[in-house]
């Protein structure tokens, strides 16, 4: 079936960089709207931020600024760039994407497993 693999979560110190990768692969027909959610310790998952099919950007107010969402739909693949990255980032960042799966479904979201990032000194 469908599935997100991500790629790229770590340890990275404050003011540093990751660019995590999140590739969607199985038996697709379209992908729509395709983003990046984190989800720390004790709290709700939320919102980092998500990019259109058309290239269309959205990103939590923590992000703008730090963070930018890029895809490649030739490779079904959508980016997290992640600047000056902060102890506060740190959560389990996961991919979402609307995919139908065939020309006459509506889109679903799929989520990927999660992976982690950790901001530390």
């Known amino acids: 079936q469908v599935q997100l693999v991500e790629s790229g979560g770590g340890l990275v110190q404050p003011g540093g960089s990751l660019r995590l990768s999140c590739a969607a692969s199985?038996?697709?027909?379209?992908?729509?709207?395709m983003g990046w959610y984190r989800q720390a310790p004790g709290k709700e998952r939320e919102l980092v931020a998500a990019?259109?099919?058309?290239?269309?950007?959205n990103y939590a107010e923590s992000a703008k600024g730090r963070f930018t969402v890029s895809r490649d739909n030739a490779k079904n693949t959508v980016y997290l760039q992640m600047n000056s990255l902060a102890p506060e980032d740190t959560a389990v960042y996961y991919c979402?994407?609307?995919?139908?799966?065939?020309?006459?479904?509506?889109?679903?979201?799929?989520w990927g497993q999660g992976t982690q990032v950790t901001v530390s000194s």
């Open positions: 199985g038996s697709m027909f379209s992908i729509g709207a």
């Open positions: 979402n994407a609307v995919i139908s799966r065939f020309s006459y479904n509506p889109g679903r979201n799929y």
């Open positions: 990019i259109t099919s058309g290239g269309s950007t």
